[in-house]
């Protein structure tokens, strides 16, 4: 009779907690809007969230430490005509975050330190390109201010946001809605999923597709893709009995995949985050109350089922953490900021350790916020790897946040310039008197000690 071996992983025991009622985010209306994206960003600042708004769309955005129950006057982010369908955090400033919408445009936020304190309404930069609703935003790993949209139209398009251009339009590819878009790791490739029952790998640049991949699921719902380690790709489905499945494919061998797994009936969408650190990918389902964890790796069955975080409530829409606004002391490998109808509730993913030491096992290097390449070069053709930072002591931000910088000439209408010409006179003319008043007190100040010398010498 022969055992079976439980294979050896140090993220076996990873288990989900969800934080204390306090350390939620509570009398928030999440947007109602049927639409199969995250609903949510965060990093180490802020979280932001989609919300419900009449008369279009908004969403909110909330430093991180403002937790318990939200007072219905915060003032929100509020500039789109239509409703919100997405937003992401640029990952090279915590200040800036891109939102797309049913208006059709894609805008460019800047948000102050400590958050908002009055309703925002100007974005920074407005993108028009689109001629249908926008619904996937991601901004590019490496490269300083590169954005990718896709919409409706079933275009894609990269943006070199400081100049507020579209650079590169790819409108001959898909031929039906786009589900998902998303980069590789080092931005030289993009990897999309099409409602034309294909997943595509193309050449940002060029506009090519270098791979193609026909029917990776058999049903008829919506397919998800993300790249994985090694160039790999893990995508979730369907299969023609409405079964949900995850598939991991070689774009080298895209034939027949690695592994195809079926896990269950259920009919939300499964959203995929992946962390290169440590090889997991966690499946989030939209309306699901469960988010499911497997590791993958180079040994067969290359997609390894770890467990499942599960809760009684389901959720609308999932934040995922970057790595670098973990907290490594405590063993945290994860963290999503799960929606509900009327809360965000942080999850912790924990591997349960008994040392308080670093570590060093579980927190390689990872990817820090600092581009590795500019914008112009990028389009030009120059790729730039991730440049890695270390999290021994916590994440420190040595370098201050890219500063974000619009060429407002290239955007600015003549009444908006005209606006900024009598702003900055005015400023001109506030500085005067500023210094007119520091004149008057130093002679003040002289006539002060001049008389107290004369008092000293009587």
Known sequence: MSRKVV?????????????????????????????????????PKFV???????????????????????DMSLPTVCG???????????????NIIASGSEDCSVMIWEIPDGGLISPLKDPAVKLDGHSKRVGILSWHPTAHNVLMSAGCDNVVILWN??????????????????????????????????????LRVLDPRKGS???????????????????????????????????????????????????????????????????????????????????????????????HYLSMYSSKESQKGMGYMPKRGLEVNKCEIARFYKLHERKCEPIVMTVPRKSDLFQEDLYPDTIGPEPSVEADDWFSG??????????????????????FKVIKSLMATTSSSLSNRQSDSADVQTLQALQNEVKELREMVEQLTQRVSELESK
């Open 7 to 43: 294979r050896s992983s140090k993220f076996r025991h990873v288990f989900g907690q969800a934080l204390k009622a306090d350390q939620c985010y509570d009398d928030i209306r999440i947007s109602q809007m049927t639409w199969d994206s995250n609903f949510c960003s965060v990093n």
């Open 48 to 70: 932001a969230m989609i919300v419900d708004a009449s008369g279009g769309g908004a969403f909110i955005v909330l430093p991180l430490s403002k937790t318990g129950r939200i």
């Open 80 to 94: 789109h005509t239509g409703p919100v369908l997405d937003i992401e955090f640029c990952p090279h400033n915590d």
């Open 161 to 198: 946001v400081v100049h507020g251009e579209a650079v590169v339009r790819i409108d001959s590819v898909h031929t039906d809605l786009i589900y998902s878009a998303c980069w590789n790791r080092n931005g030289s490739q993009i990897l999309t999923s099409c409602k034309d029952k294909k």
């Open 209 to 303: 597709v270098i791979c193609e991949k026909d029917k990776p699921h058999e049903g008829s719902r919506p397919v998800r893709a993300v790249f994985v380690s090694d160039g790999k790709i893990l995508t979730t489905g369907f299969s023609r009995m409405s079964e949900r499945q995850v598939a991991l494919w070689d774009p080298k061998n895209f034939g027949e995949p690695l592994t195809l797994q079926e896990l269950d009936t259920s009919s939300g969408v499964l959203l995929p985050f992946f962390d290169p650190d440590t090889g997991i990918v966690y499946l989030c389902g939209k309306g699901d109350s469960s988010i499911r964890y497997f590791e993958v790796t180079d040994e067969a069955p290359y997609v």
């Open 382 to 403: 120059k790729n730039g790897e991730p440049i890695l930072i270390s999290l021994k002591d916590g994440f420190v931000a040595t370098t201050k946040n890219k500063e």
